[in-house]
């Protein structure tokens, strides 16, 4: 299917841009159209306004439509681990500590239309971002539940933003509860934004997307917040995009780090005028003292990143103290913030075939074995299997599912299951799994909640394997360029028309290493091959 | 893009508000684009059976402006073409289960007017149209992405490094795009 549609796309392109389907009707036969269409609109008013009517006296009109004009003032996070915030939050950021006290139900604002409610609760951000918890209510007017924003837009703030899909952190009845996130390069104090939602609605049985009330529900929000993040100077010179700057200083608050570079030399506009083997340096990861890391290269889930030449902002998808963090490296200069707390020892388990490696800690990697990787449907998984005080039990299972899906469509799909990280081929995802039974749970409550609760940031993929492949396969683009290594930046060996045959010799990354004519080798992107046996090839 | 966007909320706030003058204005717009499509999948059909189609699809463009959002990233011209698409489809197979209309008069063309299309090179006007439409509307730098990515074959992790974001990012972005593609093809019935 995603070959097909990604064919369709390039055959688009590269129609020839002429509008063959210009002209006009003759006067006469327009004339009869016109008719025709208007006897049927004719007929189908009269319906509607029947319709109308009777739908008028089963649901009676609600009358508490508030138009929100003022802006109002909302307060950000100041210090983000002592703050109190919506149950939402908690959920949004896997925030399972007892001494964050939840703050009572709070509206800052509400809009309802047609029977549909949609309130912004609360907001926590610091200077380059922000989440905001809403909910939407069906007043049960439909079936459909829980329902979505068709789309959410920011107005106000910065030129250009990351506005994170809205993630779905509690429901009850015909309420449903979102966090959306927004991420900017520009500082957000005292900027005055508007959050539009519109069009919420729901999939039904056939997956289209139904809308229950066709309306901008918008919201204006002035957001102001009590500065608390650290500063750290560092000055220190790094190349990157193929020039030089200065990474001035990084500013870590409980929600996000920042990085502000200075450029000294000249950056390069794209990536072809990068030197061989010269790599974009702009990586940002941030190490904790559980062992966890959050990578930029590899933000899972939220993708809660926001990247400009010079200001490269990142959420942690958590909130956090300055304790909590052992170091941050971006573009390979380490900057130590806690790195003296003694660490715990990591073991882990790696697999080839899935491309994970899971890091546990000592307690827990003494009493898991894992199984063989195994396949069923689509899918390949692995369990992890848990041996303590003589009792066994399946603790968790990693799952590698074909095909790239969205935390959102996974937690339809599997609702259980928590999201790592999706790719153009594959899907990650986890599911720990709860006791069965009284034994089980007393011998492994302890572990569940020390040590599998935060297992997720624990899980690295090692993605894209390498290795040895066979089979054959014929070029699907129009022209197809051979390069002499698997990467970007290595020169074009070869040039391969469209239906070439060849023959497949290893898989590596994003590429396949093939041999063509005579013997040659050379290294393709994968997506341009269809390769033989494959279901798009037989379609 | 700018005026045509206004052009299209003209027209739909004509055909809300005062149906026979958006109908009107519509026909102007879209009308021989309209007949060439239906031509092109009901080739020497009945002028009744024609123009009925013809008319369907300006009421199933009435029905569906209210409907019509603009955040479907599209035009209402590229709208409207997968609507008269789905239309002409919908009549050919109604016709040809009433026997009223034999796929062998298909062959015969001679009777159509010089501007007939065939069914294919509809199809590919079409796609081409609605790709391209789609494409612009895109907010930037998603429509960048999307050129790069399929007009110029460049690999997610090269448009990464061009517009300087993670290789998640492009990915991300692209999976997005495809998605909205497709829900259009297939509303279009062309996928």
Redesign the interface.
């Known amino acids: 299917m995603k070959k097909e549609i990604e064919e369709k796309i390039v055959n688009g392109m590269r129609e020839r841009e002429e509008d063959l389907l210009s002209g006009s009707l003759e006067e006469a036969e327009k004339i009869r159209i016109f008719n025709r269409t208007m006897a049927k609109i004719d007929i189908l008013k009269e319906e509607q306004m029947y319709g109308n009517k009777k739908r008028r006296n089963v649901v009676p009109k609600k009358t508490f439509a508030a138009v929100l004009s003022s802006f109002l003032v909302v307060g950000l996070a100041a210090c983000a681990v002592t703050y109190h915030y919506s149950e939402g939050f908690r959920a949004y950021f896997n925030q399972t500590d007892e001494k964050v006290e939840v703050k009572g139900e709070v509206v800052l604002s509400e809009e309802t239309y047609e029977g549909v409610t949609v309130q912004v609760k609360e907001i926590i951000g610091d200077a380059y971002g922000c989440y905001i918890d809403y909910l939407i209510k069906n007043e049960g007017k439909t079936k459909l539940s829980p329902l979505q924003a068709g789309e959410v837009q920011v107005e106000g703030l910065a030129d250009s933003l990351t506005i994170l899909d809205p993630v779905l952190v509690g429901e009850e009845g015909d309420t449903a509860e979102y966090i959306v996130g927004i991420r900017t390069s520009e500082s957000i104090q005292n900027k005055e934004c508007r959050l539009i939602l519109s069009n919420p609605g729901a999939y039904d049985a056939a997956d289209n997307f139904v809308t229950a009330a066709a309306h901008d529900f918008s919201f204006d929000l002035l957001l102001g917040y009590e500065d608390s993040s650290t500063e750290i100077e560092v000055g220190q010179e790094i190349s990157i995009y193929g020039g030089k700057a200065v990474l001035e200083k990084i500013s870590i608050s409980p929600l996000s780090v920042t990085v502000f570079l200075k450029e000294t030399e000249k950056f390069t506009q794209y990536a072809s005028d990068l030197k061989d083997g010269e790599p974009v340096n702009d990586e940002l990861i941030v190490r904790f003292t559980d062992g966890s890391i959050r990578d930029s290269y590899r933000v899972a889930q939220d993708y809660d990143i926001f990247h400009d030449t010079t200001v490269i902002s990142m959420g942690f998808h958590r909130i956090v103290s300055m304790e909590e963090i052992e170091n941050i490296t971006f573009a390979g200069v380490t900057i130590p913030i806690h790195e003296n707390v003694s660490k715990e020892e990591e073991f882990s388990y790696q697999s080839n075939e899935m491309g994970i490696i899971v890091n546990m800690q000592k307690a827990l990697f003494d009493l898991v074995t894992p199984s063989e990787p195994e396949e069923e449907a689509g899918e390949m998984f692995m369990d992890f299997q848990g041996e303590k005080d003589g009792v066994s039990m399946k603790l968790f299972t990693v799952y590698r599912t074909e095909g790239f899906f969205t935390a959102e469509e996974m937690k339809k799909k599997e609702p259980k299951r928590i999201y790592l990280e999706g790719s153009e081929d594959y899907t990650y995802s986890l599911r720990i799994w709860e006791p069965e039974n009284e034994e089980e749970g007393q011998a492994f409550l302890e572990i569940q909640e020390t040590y599998l609760a935060k297992l997720k940031e624990r899980i690295r993929l090692t993605a894209y394997s390498k290795g040895k492949v066979s089979g054959s396969a014929r070029v699907a683009a129009e022209v197809l360029k051979v390069r002499k290594e698997p990467s970007f930046y290595a020169d074009t060996v070869a040039l391969l028309p469209k239906e070439e045959a060849v023959e497949l010799l290893e898989t590596d990354g994003e590429y396949y290493k093939i041999s063509f004519q005579d013997e040659e080798t050379g290294y393709v992107l994968k997506q341009y091959l269809l390769v033989n046996g494959d279901k798009a090839a037989l379609q | 893009m700018e005026e045509k966007e206004l052009e299209d909320k003209e027209l739909l706030r004509l055909l809300m508000e005062q149906?026979?003058k958006g109908?009107?204005a519509a026909?102007?717009a879209y009308?021989?684009?309209a007949?060439?499509?239906c031509c092109a999948y009901l080739p020497g059909c009945a002028r009744e059976d024609l123009?009925?189609t013809?008319?369907?699809c300006?009421?199933a463009l009435?029905?569906n402006a209210?409907?019509f959002?603009k955040?479907r990233g599209i035009s209402l011209r590229s709208y409207f073409?997968g609507i008269v698409r789905r239309t002409a489809m919908n009549r050919r197979r109604r016709l040809s289960e009433e026997g009223k209309y034999d796929s062998l008069v298909e062959e015969d063309t001679s009777s159509l007017p010089g501007?007939f299309?065939t069914e294919e090179?509809?199809e590919?006007?079409l796609?081409?149209?609605?790709?391209?439409d789609m494409?612009g509307h895109m907010p930037?730098p998603d429509d960048e992405i999307?050129?790069l990515r399929?007009?110029s074959?460049?690999?997610?992790?090269?448009i990464?490094?061009?517009l300087?974001?993670?290789?998640?990012?492009i990915?991300?972005r692209i999976?997005r795009g495809?998605k909205k593609?497709?829900k259009q093809?297939m509303e279009s019935g062309?996928?």
């Open positions: 149906p026979s109908i009107e026909m102007e009308g021989g684009a007949k060439k499509i123009e009925e013809i008319s369907d300006f009421v009435w029905q209210g409907k959002e955040e073409y501007s299309l090179v509809v590919n006007k796609l081409a149209e609605m790709v391209r494409i930037p999307f050129r399929y007009l074959q460049y690999s997610e992790k090269e990464a490094a061009q300087k974001m993670t290789v998640k990012a990915e991300r999976a495809r593609l497709k093809f062309l996928l």
